[in-house]
T-cell receptor, first 114, second 117 residues
């Protein structure tokens, strides 16, 4: 079965600084990888996804993520954080062998300092 | 315009008193999902419908049931809520299975926060 680990529970970053959120997955074949963002009291919104091809994926809101098979990672990055980026971020993995269902990581809460 | 609508936004129920949460969608998507999200935890899939086909997760308690009377609506029934069932319940939809190569994504509602007294 696939699994996802987000090692950082909380990250605090200053506005304008860069942000990187870590995600490690476990799956025997090539996974389908996703990053979702959840603002307080809201549902989840898809930021970006990786299925195949270019391992550097661009998403909405200035986010990007890089798939590294050798490290089983799919880290999310943003060069310059805005106060509105304060939210919880979830990495997720899907797999055809699992009926295309998503498994979410535990999430990383991002706090943005002025 | 909201595409996945969950009502109510907040629901309070008593221990053991049945409660129903509702979800509607205007996207005409085939798949509807119910996730349970406890505080500071990842969303956990309870079950999903592909059209009329119900798919229960192996570890979803029998206390949780679901109904999908038509394409647009899906209900989550908790027959005898316990204190441990207090959580945010998220409804989501996708045109096809969202975790696979069909390039689909999940559309989430804003959730219903359930409190059990």
């Amino acid at each position: 079965a696939q699994s996802v680990t987000q090692p950082d529970i909380h990250i605090t970053v200053s506005e304008g600084a860069s942000l990187e959120l870590r995600c490690n997955y476990s799956y025997g074949a090539t996974p389908y990888l996703f990053w979702y963002v959840q603002s307080p009291g809201q549902g989840l919104q898809l930021l970006l996804k990786y299925f195949s091809g270019d391992t550097l994926v661009q998403g909405i809101k200035g986010f990007e993520a890089e798939f590294k098979r050798s490290q089983s990672s799919f880290n999310l990055r943003k060069p310059s954080v805005h106060w509105s980026d304060a939210a919880e971020y979830f990495c997720a993995v899907g797999a055809a062998a699992a009926g295309n269902k998503l498994t979410f990581g535990g999430g990383t809460r991002v706090l943005v300092k002025p | 315009d909201a595409m996945v609508i969950q009502n109510p936004r907040y629901q309070v129920t008593q221990f053991g008193k049945p409660v129903t949460l509702s979800c509607s969608q205007t996207l005409n998507h085939n798949v509807m999902y119910w996730y349970q999200q406890k505080s500071s935890q990842a969303p956990k899939l309870l079950f999903h419908y592909y059209d009329k086909d119900f798919n229960n997760e192996a570890d979803t308690p029998d206390n949780f049931q679901s109904r999908r009377p038509n394409t647009s609506f899906c209900f989550l029934d908790i027959r005898s809520p316990g204190l441990g069932d207090a959580a945010m319940y998220l409804c989501a939809t996708s045109r096809e299975g969202a975790g696979g190569p069909s390039n689909e994504k999940l559309f989430f509602g804003s959730g219903t926060q359930l409190s059990v007294l």
